[in-house]
């Protein structure tokens, strides 16, 4: 699945959505790939806290 989003708008997305995009990361490294390593074309929606999940 494409996440950098070259060829359209940003998307917005769910810190749960991330960790599951990125195989199950935890949330800090979802965040981190964000805000550190600056996924272009994702925009991380930091309102809904993330769920567990196993
Ligand atoms: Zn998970």
Redesign the pocket.
């Known amino acids: 699945m494409a996440v950098d989003g070259k060829d359209g708008p940003p998307i917005t997305i769910t810190i749960d959505k991330l960790?599951?995009m990125m195989g199950?990361i935890s949330p800090e490294a979802a965040k981190r790939l964000v805000k550190e390593f600056l996924i272009s074309g994702i925009i991380l929606n930091e309102t809904e806290s993330p769920k567990s999940?196993?």
């Open positions: 960790h599951q199950h999940c196993d």
